[in-house]
């Protein structure tokens, strides 16, 4: 059957994916540092001017614990650099549209939509997504306030049901199980929730792994694949039943008043600079939807990381194209936020 052959084939790149996060090389990072060999002894400069030791062989004048104060300098240094490139992925704006990726926001808050919340079962033209609060409450876990708004197709001009937006609010929360390092990708669990109007209302819960396959990890390029698998399952009453039955496409089927479906996901992030970002990612429809998900963009930073972002993309339904501003930091992000 022609859907058994979508989700097959999409199965497939899911399990490509997978097996492209562990099949990637372990490299593990050297941290010796170069120093100068001593000189000797009769080179000193104790001996070619005449300047007696102290009792533990430094030459008087010399101030005391000057490399011990060196030594700790460097490793300071050491480890900022070593927090920075454990969220640098935020960096290199690693997210994808309608899915979740297996980073973690890990401390901090910002203004973001790192786990888009699209409801399921509610027929839309398109979405516009708001940044919303996202916080990191440590050990792994994050959590993101939702707002988004759904557009319904519209009728002929004059009819009686005009074109609507409708808002729907909701949260997530995810937690990390494992980190990108050597061979194991980035893995998280996650739940996320909207309700909407006439009680359209979604719930799902995913698996997610994301990897870094081609760049350094403090880089300011890359290439990082994401695969997962979600379940969600969505609701309505009688009344959005019925409004969702007229507004949908006379040559559609309406969906259906309660359903629920696995898909699995995929996506690719590939920062080409510090200024220039792509991403895409792809789903197979589900039973309510008229289409496969997936989206295709492209990000320019204009100032600082504040920028331009457009494409085109679809949302299951409706294939749009779109253009608008890509935020940079509106939040705080702490130690240890990392991946």
Not at 62 to 84: L, S
Not at 246 to 256: G, M
Request: a positive charge; charged letters at 20%.
């Amino acid at each position: 059957m022609k859907r058994s052959a979508v989700v097959g084939q999409a199965l497939a790149v899911a399990l490509v994916a997978g097996a492209a996060l562990s099949a990637v090389p372990a490299r593990a990072d050297g941290n010796g540092q170069l120093a100068l060999a001593p000189l000797p002894e009769v080179l000193t400069q104790a001996n070619l001017f005449g300047q007696p030791k102290s009792d533990k062989g430094a030459a008087k004048g010399e101030p005391k614990g000057e490399a011990k104060g060196e030594e700790k300098g460097e490793d300071h240094d050491t480890g900022k650099k070593a927090e920075h490139c454990r969220h640098n992925w935020m960096d290199e704006r690693v997210r994808l549209t309608f899915h979740p990726i297996g980073y973690v926001y890990d401390h901090g808050y910002t203004l973001n939509n790192l786990i888009p919340d699209p409801p399921s079962g509610f027929v839309a033209k398109h979405y516009t997504f708001y940044p919303t609060p996202v916080i990191g409450l440590g050990h792994g876990f994050e959590v993101e306030v939702q707002a988004l708004d759904a557009r319904r197709f519209g009728l002929k001009k004059g009819a009686a049901l005009r074109a609507e937006s409708k808002t729907f609010f909701g949260g997530a929360i995810q937690k990390k199980l494992s980190a990108d390092k050597g061979s194991m990708p980035a893995i998280s669990i996650g739940v996320r929730g909207v309700v909407g109007p006439d009680s359209n209302d979604t719930l799902a819960a995913y698996l997610v792994g994301t990897k870094r396959i081609i760049g350094k990890k403090c880089g300011n390029s890359g290439v990082f694949l994401t695969a997962g698998m979600e379940y969600d399952r969505y609701s309505m009453n009688d009344r959005g039943f019925l409004l969702n039955g007229a507004f949908t496409p006379f040559d559609q089927e309406v969906p259906d008043q309660h359903e629920g479906a696995i898909k699995p996901f995929v996506g690719l992030n590939i920062a080409m600079s510090k200024k220039l970002f792509l991403s895409g990612e792809y789903a197979p429809r589900e039973e309510w939807q008229f289409n496969d998900m997936w989206a295709a963009k492209g990000t320019i930073l204009v100032i600082k990381d504040w920028g331009i972002e457009g494409g085109v993309r679809n949302n299951g339904y409706h294939t749009q194209e779109f253009i608008g501003v890509s935020i940079g930091s509106l939040g705080k992000l702490k130690p240890h936020g990392g991946a």
